[in-house]
């Protein structure tokens, strides 16, 4: 079992920055896919960006691509969302998502098996 607590959230203005952090509890983190999504409301929970268990394999939804970096620290079983140039769209509950595979290329959200509990993000205008 893994256990994903998000931090980091926070009402900002349009072009600031916030950095999210995903602790991860277990000792197999650093054989896991990590992922973070996306639910603004009355949406569906949408894809945001993915890394493979060695820091390489980043992918992103084209929204963000250019503006939001995923990175991990395996040695603090965390991974971090660093979004810069915020935007009112960028408005959510983001998630933290685990996987129990090393390289795994999904974007869907039933693909993942553990999820954080979310953290608000709030870009004003």
């Known amino acids: 079992q893994v256990q994903l607590v998000e931090s980091g959230g926070g009402l900002v203005q349009a072009g600031g920055s916030l950095r999210l952090s995903c602790a991860a509890s277990?000792?197999?983190?650093?054989?896991?896919?990590m992922a973070w999504f996306r639910q603004a409301p009355g949406k569906e929970r949408e894809f945001v960006a993915r890394?493979?268990?060695?820091?390489?394999?980043?992918y992103y939804a084209d929204s963000v691509k250019g503006r939001f970096t995923i990175s991990r620290d395996n040695a603090k079983n965390t991974v971090y969302l660093q979004m810069n140039s915020l935007k009112p769209e960028d408005t959510a509950v983001y998630y933290c998502?685990?996987?129990?595979?090393?390289?795994?290329?999904?974007?869907?959200?039933?693909?993942?098996?553990?999820w954080g509990q979310g953290t608000q993000v709030t870009v004003s205008s």
């Open positions: 998502a685990a996987r129990s595979t090393a390289w795994y290329l999904g974007r869907a959200a039933d693909g993942y098996n553990y």
């Open positions: 890394i493979a268990w060695s820091g390489a394999g980043t």
């Open positions: 277990g000792r197999t983190f650093s054989t896991y896919t």
